[in-house]
């Protein structure tokens, strides 16, 4: 097999699976092996080897006894923990972005993504608006851990950032509030916002603890949807890892 094919093979693998974990398909405890999974996605059992080998070192699965892989189930308590240690991890990678210096040029894309959101949010708050945010707000974070200069930060957030709800663009609201949805963006855009000035100014502590404190807002919202009565094993996606 071509190297490079087989590593195409192995990202769609890994695609495929993660999406499939996190979306419910495939709930916590469900025993996988390599030769149904390679049926399933018509490759050879090599890269879907790789790719479980892959999503076990980023926590999504487990070894099994007996051999093979099952998805990992979590505690949600290990879910609001997994939305910290995003914090902490996004946290120290925008002090040291401050600290040494982001470039003009990435401040500028950062900014412009800022405005694309500040004029969605102009035209009010439709389905339109939202995929917006979420867009921008995805390459944000993604740019946020580029501009640590940190190849260890970038890979443990990218690992944390693969666990039920710790992704920033994993959003969980209380059911048909639209004003509480509302709201909970438009404090994001505005710690965004925060977040540029403190990197671009330089100023390390600010930028870390703004940081820290926006993940909160995805915490919040976990625990909201939960206490307005979303349970483990509710059809909310991530929740079907949940064991309580």
């Known amino acids: 097999m071509d190297p490079a094919h087989g590593s195409t093979q192995t990202q769609r693998a890994a695609y495929a699976l993660r999406r499939r974990i996190v979306s419910g398909e495939l709930p916590g405890g469900t025993r996988l092996t390599e030769v149904a999974l390679a049926d399933d996605l018509a490759i ?12 076990a070192e980023e926590g999504l699965l487990v070894r099994a006894r007996g051999g093979g892989f099952e998805v990992r189930s979590f505690t949600l308590r290990d879910a609001l923990d997994a939305v910290e240690l995003r914090g902490v991890l996004e946290g120290t990678a925008a002090r040291r972005a401050a600290e040494r210096g982001a470039p003009e040029d990435e401040l500028a894309r950062l900014r412009d993504g800022l405005a694309r959101i500040d004029a969605a949010f102009a035209d009010g708050m439709t389905a339109q608006t939202f995929g917006i945010y979420s867009e921008q707000n995805h390459a944000f974070h993604e740019a946020l851990g580029r501009l640590a200069g ?5 890979r443990e957030l990218a690992r944390v950032r693969s666990l039920p709800f710790a992704s920033p663009s994993a959003f ?7 004003a509480t949805e509302a709201r909970s963006l438009i404090v994001g855009q505005a710690q965004h916002w925060a977040l540029v000035s403190a990197i671009a100014g330089r100023e390390g502590t600010r930028a870390e603890a ?3 404190e926006h993940a909160q ?17 509710a059809p909310l996606p991530g929740m079907a890892m949940i064991v309580g």
Do not use: H, Y
Not at 172 to 178: I, K, L, M, N, Q
């Open 44 to 55: 050879s059992r090599t890269p879907v080897r790789e790719a479980m080998s892959r999503l």
């Open 217 to 233: 807002i995805a915490r919040g919202n976990l625990e909201a949807a939960l206490d307005a009565g979303w349970q483990p094993g």
């Open 150 to 154: 940190s190849d260890v930060i970038a």
């Open 210 to 212: 703004i940081a820290r």
């Open 172 to 178: 969980v609201f209380r059911t048909g509030d639209r």
